[in-house]
Structure formats: structure tokens, C-alpha cells
């Protein structure tokens, strides 16, 4: 990895942080950022490659809400084995959009991918036989999600997945500060210094706004998923499965 594209955004002491943005900045380190940041993350993306192998069907429609870079859209490019389906990436970052086009451009296959940038909550999800929402509804205001979730549930099949990935509060805080300390142990063991790891923290308080794990399963059952689990967990960072 050339030392440009090294995640070094908090490394110098600022005056004043700035709310996390997915611009142009983070765009550029973003692959060694989520790598330094997310454990498991490549297993999540591995699995939603397999998954899209056993749940997208014929001639049904794939989404990926708040594609970022495209890990998960190649992930199933790669793993779809339907017929006559194609998959809509969205995102509202123009600098991920633009990268993102190029990147899935990189990786052929025979699965078409179309690339939007547009706000997730303005999206119509139709015909889908799989949604993803990896790391994304963290991102979305609180009153807005189980709209959101709401219109998946309307929009996908039956028999339909949604894979949604979360940073997740634990209701009881001596169980929620042993998670947060293990992640900053996690990140510390990735190279990151403790002032950027304080300094992102606070970049992230009135960004990142996380639910507790029951909260998540409610918003599911309540948006007519019959069938949620939880898939993997790695300290505060989980996975869920959504069956229709």
C-alpha cells in the first residue's frame, strides 16, 4: 500500500474536529481505514458474496445501500449465479460514487452494476431478492430507519434477504465499555496512535448514532422480517440476517 493511501486524517492534533464526511479525503484512504477499523469486515463481505450466490434469484433486482467503495456490489458480482438480475448501488458521497464506478468497472462480470448517487431514503426498492446495509443504517437518522426498513421489507420478495451490518450499543454499560475498549485495543494493534483514535471518536459522536441489538430485531419484525438472527459478532461490530 503506497503511504498516500494510509489512513493518516487524524494523525496530527486539530483545533477543532469536524464531523465525519465521506468526502474526498476519506475516499482515498478508505480500503486501509475500514481494514484498521472494522473487525471482521472481510468476512462480511465474503459471506455476502456467498450469500448472493444461494439468495439472489432469476430475473430479480440486488441493492446495495450505501455502496461506498463497492466491497459488497463485486462481492456479489462475483457470487451471483442468477440469471436475467441486476444490482443498483447507492450512495449519496459523489467522491464514493466516483470511485466506486471505477472500481466495479475493474472487476468484470456478467451481472450488470448500476451506480447511484442519491440519498438511500429517496431509493424505491422493487423486485429485490437481496438488500444490503453494511454499516450504512449507523448513518441514517434515527427516525428515519425503520422507514427505511419499512420500504426493503415492501420492496423485496418473498423468500428475500437483507444483510444488515451495524456498530451496536450494549444496553448494559460495563458490558458496552468493555466492547469499546476491546475495539480501541483492536485498533491500537493496527498502528493507530490514541490520538487518533480520541480524535475520530469524537469526529463521529453526531455522525454515527448506534442502536442496541434488540432495537435492531425490533425494527425487523416490525417491518415484517419473519426470520432475523444475528450472524456474527466481533466486540461492538454485528451482522444480521433478514429473511421476508
Request: charged share 20%; hydrophobic share 40%.
Amino acid at each position: 500500500m503506497q503511504a498516500s493511501d494510509t489512513d493518516l486524517i487524524f494523525s496530527n492534533k486539530k483545533s477543532k474536529i469536524k464531523d465525519f464526511a465521506f468526502d474526498a479525503q476519506v475516499v482515498e484512504v478508505f480500503p486501509d481505514m475500514i481494514s484498521r477499523s472494522v473487525p471482521g469486515y472481510n468476512t462480511i463481505i465474503d459471506t455476502i458474496g456467498r450469500l448472493s450466490q444461494q439468495y439472489v434469484t432469476d430475473n430479480s433486482q440486488v441493492y446495495d445501500l450505501g455502496c461506498s467503495l463497492g466491497a459488497a456490489t463485486i462481492a456479489m458480482r462475483k457470487g451471483i449465479t442468477a440469471k436475467n438480475c441486476n444490482i443498483i448501488g447507492i450512495d449519496s458521497s459523489s467522491a464514493m460514487v466516483e470511485r466506486c464506478k471505477m472500481h466495479v468497472s475493474a472487476f468484470k462480470g456478467e451481472t450488470p452494476v448500476e451506480i447511484i448517487e442519491e440519498n438511500i431514503l429517496n431509493i424505491e426498492i422493487n423486485n429485490a431478492s437481496m438488500v444490503v446495509l453494511n454499516f450504512t443504517l449507523q448513518f441514517i437518522a434515527p427516525e428515519q430507519r425503520q422507514l427505511l426498513l419499512n420500504k426493503i421489507a415492501k420492496g423485496l420478495n418473498p423468500g428475500g434477504l437483507l444483510l444488515l451490518s451495524e456498530k451496536i450499543a450494549h444496553p448494559d454499560q460495563v458490558c458496552n465499555e468493555l466492547l469499546i475498549d476491546l475495539h480501541h485495543d483492536f485498533k491500537r494493534a493496527n498502528g493507530y496512535s490514541e490520538l487518533e483514535i480520541a480524535q475520530k471518536r469524537t469526529a463521529l459522536e453526531n455522525v454515527m448514532l448506534t442502536d442496541n441489538l434488540d432495537t435492531h430485531l425490533n425494527r425487523l419484525k416490525l417491518a415484517g422480517f419473519n426470520h432475523n438472527a444475528p450472524w456474527f459478532q466481533c466486540f461492538n461490530f454485528f451482522s444480521l440476517i433478514a429473511i421476508k
